[in-house]
């Protein structure tokens, strides 16, 4: 019997650290990449004077909008000028009245399907994705009726009315999983997959550990199929995990971080089982502003945004090649009010306009041109 018990161990630990496979729960199969998923290259560095970017400070209260039943703005005070207005307001409460929480980001695969992962709080590091058929939305009138969608699961007399019923056949929603803080949901326009890190926090922006985990998402059942196990460190270089990411449509992937000295973008590409990012040559001396929320690519300027409270930075894509060319020149910086929390921005693959997703009350803006 101890034999047996030996031989099982020792087969177990084969499986779980010479192998590239483990499987969990016969669902979710997670790749060990042994080698780092970072390159750096210490050498050639180069400070940039992103001037033109302003840091906007975290307020210390958001600005919860109190009329819910109305389409609202945001405006652009300063730098470059953009409006955004209410698209959708969000369901509220959730299907069965769950209360999905707090919108933490947000990815579209085109003009049908725009999906948004949602993290309650009293789940810590647990969250679930939402698909919403926007061509089902738009066709029933949301945008001209924002309420509608708003209570789409407040029943009416202990009943759903037909409409409510239609626009429950336009959204999907997921089950829960292992989200992390739930900032990174990015479509892949080149390989048309789905991908977000699993950022576990043992308290707000305290990683669990020096992991990195990617998790690749299943479409049709809103929920991860494999995660990317790996290390995020090269030389003396340690980053703990991802929190946003972005991909430009070559499948290129950006995450951009802020270790207390610059801001540091990093690019990469996603395979099946292996992920290989590298540090940027340009470390910026601004960031536009406290909290990195998001980043995202604009596929008709070409662009990658820097995402914080009230505050938008953006840069070409392009300039990022080699030893990198950016310079102040290149960089576009808007600020805005109220003090709204910003989640993410998300584009459907070949129009410039910005869906930008905002908390306090949680809905998807669009911009009245291209951003």
């Not at 948004?116 to 679930?128: D, K, Q, S, W």
């Not at 690749?216 to 494999?226: T, V």
């Not at 003090?339 to 949680?362: C, D």
């Amino acid at each position: 019997m101890k034999l047996w018990k030996s031989l099982i161990i020792m087969l177990g630990s084969l499986i779980l650290y010479s192998g590239w496979v483990q499987p969990v729960n016969a669902k979710l199969v997670i790749y060990h990449q042994r080698s780092s998923g970072l390159i750096y290259d210490q050498h050639n560095m180069r400070y940039l004077n992103d001037s033109k970017v302003h840091y906007v400070r975290v307020p210390k209260h958001y600005t919860h909008v109190k009329a819910g039943y109305k389409r609202h703005k945001i405006k652009a005070t300063r730098g470059k000028k953009v409006i955004f207005k209410t698209r959708y307001l969000l369901p509220f409460p959730g299907k069965n009245g769950q209360h999905w929480g707090n919108p933490q980001s947000i990815a579209m695969t085109g003009k049908k399907y725009m999906y948004i992962v949602y993290c309650p709080t009293t789940l810590h590091n647990r969250g679930r994705l939402v698909r919403f058929n926007t061509r089902k939305l738009d066709s029933l009138g949301v945008r001209l009726h924002p309420t509608e969608l708003r209570d789409a699961y407040v029943k009416k007399k202990g009943h759903y009315s037909h409409i409510q019923k239609q626009l429950h056949r336009a959204i999907k929603v997921g089950p829960l999983f292992i989200t992390g803080h739930g900032q990174s949901l990015a479509y892949n326009w080149k390989n048309h997959g789905m991908y977000m890190w699993r950022d576990k926090e043992k308290a707000p922006r305290v990683p669990v550990n020096h992991w990195a985990y990617i998790q690749h998402i299943n479409l049709k059942k809103l929920r991860p199929d494999h995660v990317i196990r790996f290390r995020l460190s090269s030389h003396g270089l340690h980053v703990p995990c991802g929190h946003n990411l972005t991909f430009d449509k070559s499948g290129h992937a950006y995450f951009w971080s802020f270790p207390g000295w610059c801001a540091y973008i990093y690019k990469g590409v996603i395979h099946h089982r292996s992920v290989k990012f590298r540090l940027t040559k340009q470390k910026l001396r601004h960031l536009p502003g406290t909290r990195i929320q998001s980043m995202a690519y604009n596929p008709l300027r070409k662009r990658l945004l820097m995402i914080s409270d009230d505050s938008i930075a953006s840069f070409p894509r392009n300039r990022l090649l080699g030893r990198g060319h950016l310079t102040n020149h290149c960089f576009q910086w808007s600020r805005f009010s109220p003090r709204r929390e910003f989640e993410g921005i998300a584009y459907n693959g070949k129009s410039g306009i910005a869906n930008l997703l905002v908390n306090h009350v949680p809905e998807v803006m669009s911009s009245n041109h291209a951003y």
